[in-house]
T-cell receptor
Framework: GAGVSQSPSNKVTEKGKDVELRCDPISGHTALYWYRQSLGQGLEFLIYFQGNSAPDKSGLPSDRFSAERTGGSVSTLTIQRTQQEDSAVYLC????????????FGEGSRLTVL | GQQVMQIPQYQHVQEGEDFTTYCNSSTTLSNIQWYKQRPGGHPVFLIQLVKSGEVKKQKRLTFQFGEAKKNSSLHITATQTTDVGTYFCAGPGTASKLTFGTGTRLQVTL
């Protein structure tokens, strides 16, 4: 594909609802990251997938957050029982090398929890 | 865990002035990357430095990796309004995870 694709680009939901955010990385990229960015803030690491290794989930803020990566490709970030503080832009990035080389970011999914 | 700090957090300059952002890691890095995020956009890779003391230039941008490989800097000469955005450094930490710095937001006015 041309780049990292994320969907939906915008999601408005009510507090307490579950949401799923999807990331389609660049074909062949083994590394996949999820970051969260609140307005005017930095990149908050959430989770990192690398090949067939167990994912690094150390950045997930609570057990309401989970992510999976199927077949080493598409990834889904799920937020259960959303809260207003979950409102942010969720960015996905992929790379083709461990530990080095550039990351390619998607356009992000903007989540608004009312 | 690894921490990557950047200073300043924010800088406002007049067009034509120079700008520098500094990146400091709590651990030694095998490499350091720099990204730029325009307002409303996503981070875009600028460059990667690997060698101790390495200096690389891209037009008006000069990137430097410290001798101890724990710090880096990005210097922009004669800023332009197109330089507006947030600049992030990033380095690999534990388990190869890429850790981003806190970012420096640059505002340029005429």
């Amino acid at each position: 594909g041309a780049g990292v694709s994320q969907s939906p680009s915008n999601k408005v939901t009510e507090k307490g609802k579950d949401v799923e955010l999807r990331c389609d990385p660049i074909s062949g990229h083994t590394a996949l990251y999820w970051y969260r960015q609140s307005l005017g803030q930095g990149l908050e690491f959430l989770i990192y997938f690398q090949g067939n290794s167990a994912p690094d989930k150390s950045g997930l803020p609570s057990d309401r957050f989970s992510a999976e990566r199927t077949g080493g490709s598409v990834s889904t970030l799920t937020i259960q029982r959303t809260q207003q503080e979950d409102s942010a832009v969720y960015l996905c990035a992929s790379g083709d090398r461990v530990n080095t080389g550039e990351l390619f970011f998607g356009e992000g999914s903007r989540l608004t929890v009312l | 865990g690894q921490q990557v700090m950047q200073i300043p957090q924010y800088q406002h300059v007049q067009e034509g002035e120079d700008f520098t952002t500094y990146c400091n890691s709590s651990t030694t890095l095998s490499n350091i990357q720099w990204y730029k995020q325009r307002p409303g956009g996503h981070p875009v890779f600028l460059i990667q430095l690997v060698k101790s003391g390495e200096v690389k230039k891209q037009k008006r941008l000069t990137f430097q990796f410290g001798e101890a490989k724990k710090n880096s800097s990005l210097h922009i000469t004669a800023t332009q309004t197109t330089d507006v955005g947030t600049y992030f450094c990033a380095g690999p930490g534990t388990a190869s995870k890429l850790t981003f710095g806190t970012g420096t937001r640059l505002q340029v006015t005429l």
